[in-house]
Nanobody, 125 residues
Framework: QVQLVESGGGLVQAGGSLRLTCAAS????????MGWFRQAPGKEREFVAA????????YYTDSVKGRFTISGDNAKNTVYLQMNSLKPEDTAVYLC??????????????????WGQGTQVTVSS
């Protein structure tokens, strides 16, 4: 059983920063990529960022480019999301996912095989 646990969420004013962490535990597994998604009330889960371990390529949705940075440690199956210049529209539950192998993209929820429970990020105006 693989478990992903997110941490680092909270309440922050617009323009502030937060750093999210997602750590994998449980039976040994190697992931091909890890990613962050977010889900606001009444909305579908949307892609935020992903990192492919081989080569370290990173991918971002347009709305967070230049503000968010994904990084991580493959050996520890840990991924981080540094969020700067936060806006009220970034308010959501942030979830991390891990992909065991490449499924064709990094942008869809079905591309990931394991999920965490999420951490709440609230940005006040």
């Amino acid at each position: 059983q693989v478990q992903l646990v997110e941490s680092g969420g909270g309440l922050v004013q617009a323009g502030g920063s937060l750093r999210l962490t997602c750590a994998a535990s449980g039976r040994t597994f190697s992931s091909y990529a890890m990613g962050w998604f977010r889900q606001a009330p009444g909305k579908e889960r949307e892609f935020v960022a992903a990192i492919k371990w081989s080569g370290g390529s990173t991918y971002y949705t347009d709305s967070v480019k230049g503000r968010f940075t994904i990084s991580g440690d493959n050996a520890k199956n840990t991924v981080y999301l540094q969020m700067n210049s936060l806006k009220p529209e970034d308010t959501a539950v942030y979830l991390c996912g891990a992909a065991r192998y490449y499924t064709g993209s990094f942008y869809r929820t079905n591309d990931y095989h394991y999920w965490g429970q999420g951490t709440q990020v609230t940005v006040s105006s």
